[in-house]
């Protein structure tokens, strides 16, 4: 899938010797009846351990017989949720993403069908899905090519360990350019090298 992504990159003086120290990139897209479960669990990790987050995806999953589908989330009570250990704004949020697909404002099952910024302006419209978690999506549920997350924490500490110098997001964003039309799997490499 990413062949001619990592032919490109091995050019690069900075991600070549990346793209061959940690060989192809891993990013492979989701079947279309994980989407939604995939939001959920966006959302549920948001600004907690991913130990944590695990915890409370796998307690909402067992509680909803594995139905992770809209539906079940808006018929689910706030105090069932809040024993399964979900904040009061995360249940809004969820209910939130549920009930716009339910009113078809988000066209869950036809999204891999949209462009990149369709895409992006639908998520977004979600309350609690921002930028980054509509990228997280882009990225590793739809596998598109060209995405590329510069307000990330660990892809601005990537790029500036690799360039060994800092740099503010408009200057990644620039750098990025270079990486273009690939920059999903360029920000791969990234990681694994930050990490």
């Given at each position: 899938?990413?062949?001619k992504a990592e032919k490109f990159l091995a050019k690069d003086k900075y991600l070549g010797p990346?793209?061959?120290k940690y060989g192809p990139c891993?990013?492979?897209?989701?079947k279309k009846g994980k989407y939604f479960s995939t939001l959920v669990g966006a959302i549920i990790s948001q600004q907690i351990s991913s130990k944590a987050a695990a915890a409370i995806f796998s307690r909402v999953k067992k509680g909803l017989?594995?139905?992770?589908?809209?539906?079940?989330?808006?018929?689910?009570?706030?105090?069932?949720?809040?024993?399964?250990?979900?904040?009061k704004q995360k249940i809004n949020y969820l209910k939130d993403l549920a009930y716009k697909i339910e009113r078809k404002e988000i066209e869950i099952k036809k999204l891999d069908r949209q462009?990149?910024?369709?895409?992006?302006?639908?998520?977004?419209?979600v309350?609690?899905?921002?930028?980054w978690t509509a990228e997280m999506f882009?990225?590793?549920?739809l596998a598109r090519k060209d995405v590329f997350p510069a307000d990330d924490l660990g892809i601005q500490k990537g790029v500036s360990k690799l360039f060994k110098r800092n740099y503010k997001i408009h200057e990644i964003e620039q750098i990025s350019k270079r990486w273009k039309p690939f920059r999903t799997a360029a920000s791969w490499y990234i990681w694994k090298f930050q990490d």
């Amino acid at each position: 899938m990413w062949k001619k992504a990592e032919k490109f990159l091995a050019k690069d003086k900075y991600l070549g010797p990346l793209v061959k120290k940690y060989g192809p990139c891993k990013i492979r897209p989701s079947k279309k009846g994980k989407y939604f479960s995939t939001l959920v669990g966006a959302i549920i990790s948001q600004q907690i351990s991913s130990k944590a987050a695990a915890a409370i995806f796998s307690r909402v999953k067992k509680g909803l017989d594995s139905k992770i589908i809209p539906e079940e989330i808006l018929s689910t009570s706030e105090t069932k949720f809040r024993k399964w250990g979900l904040s009061k704004q995360k249940i809004n949020y969820l209910k939130d993403l549920a009930y716009k697909i339910e009113r078809k404002e988000i066209e869950i099952k036809k999204l891999d069908r949209q462009t990149d910024e369709e895409i992006l302006k639908k998520l977004v419209s979600v309350k609690g899905i921002g930028r980054w978690t509509a990228e997280m999506f882009l990225m590793f549920t739809l596998a598109r090519k060209d995405v590329f997350p510069a307000d990330d924490l660990g892809i601005q500490k990537g790029v500036s360990k690799l360039f060994k110098r800092n740099y503010k997001i408009h200057e990644i964003e620039q750098i990025s350019k270079r990486w273009k039309p690939f920059r999903t799997a360029a920000s791969w490499y990234i990681w694994k090298f930050q990490d």
